[in-house]
């Protein structure tokens, strides 16, 4: 099972601020005796001045007990632009670029940008939540209309909310019932392929609220289903492309 990652020490906290629709998640390091914005950026393995932009510092200068905000790094892929990774993420264009000192709209593959928020709301989505949340939607969902990618990301979401199943995307996604994982491309490895432009766009559908599969915890295939398999008994909440969405 996945171990949260969320360790407060006496230097570090992680503070998850919410708001309607979305917030901000960032990594709070405190300021310790002999720290400088250098040896922070090594610790964070990213340069000190990326650090001094994001909290808007006058030079380099730092003081004991000072609060810093990391940004969370992330790396470009195909198709990326600074608009879009601004919309995806829930951070402003003028801030990655600030942050970056960014100012060319071209982007490479492979490049890193630092973002001092990232996409977060009551599921407390991390950069790494996320691409694992649309890489399963992705793997679980090919060939599928959109409407029901968006349903597949639902049940992921209702699982979440759900006294049953446990309460974070990533927990949920990396569930297992003693050796048997709750989504299959988790075992097969099919998680592991590259989201698709409408995997993305569909689980930022369902993190907006709109829920396609109406309040579904699970999904099968009919045609791939056995008569006898116990999912058959779940109450059929509707039927998208060739997945049956249940409670």
Do not use: C
Request: proline content about 4%.
């Amino acid at each position: 099972m996945f171990v949260k990652r969320l360790i407060a020490t006496a230097a570090t906290i992680v503070t998850l601020f919410a708001s309607a629709g979305a917030a901000q998640a960032s990594t709070i390091r405190t300021v310790l005796p002999g720290d400088t914005l250098w040896k922070i950026g090594v610790e964070y393995k990213m340069p000190f001045e990326v650090i001094s932009r994001t909290n808007g510092l006058i030079g380099n200068a730092i003081n004991e007990g000072q609060h810093l905000r990391i940004p969370e790094r992330y790396v470009v892929r195909s198709g990326d632009t600074l608009w879009l990774i601004s919309q995806r993420f829930g951070v402003s264009l003028n801030t990655i670029r600030q942050v970056n000192n960014e100012w060319d709209s071209n982007l490479d593959v492979g490049q890193v940008l630092y973002l001092p928020t990232a996409l977060q709301n009551m599921y407390q989505l991390s950069i790494a939540d996320l691409d694992l949340f649309e890489r399963l939607v992705t793997a679980e969902s090919v060939g599928e209309p959109w409407a029901g990618q968006v349903a597949v990301a639902n049940v992921v979401l209702n699982r979440v909310k759900s006294k049953d199943f446990p309460n974070t995307v990533r927990d949920v996604i990396l569930q297992y019932y003693g050796t048997i994982p709750a989504f299959s491309p988790v075992q097969d490895g099919q998680i592991n392929q590259q989201a698709s432009a409408s995997a993305k766009e569909a689980v930022q559908t369902a993190l907006k609220g709109y829920d396609y599969s109406r309040g579904a915890l699970f999904f099968y295939n009919p045609n791939k289903t056995s008569l006898t398999n116990w999912i058959r008994s779940r109450p059929l909440t509707t039927v998208i492309g060739n997945h049956a969405f249940a409670r």
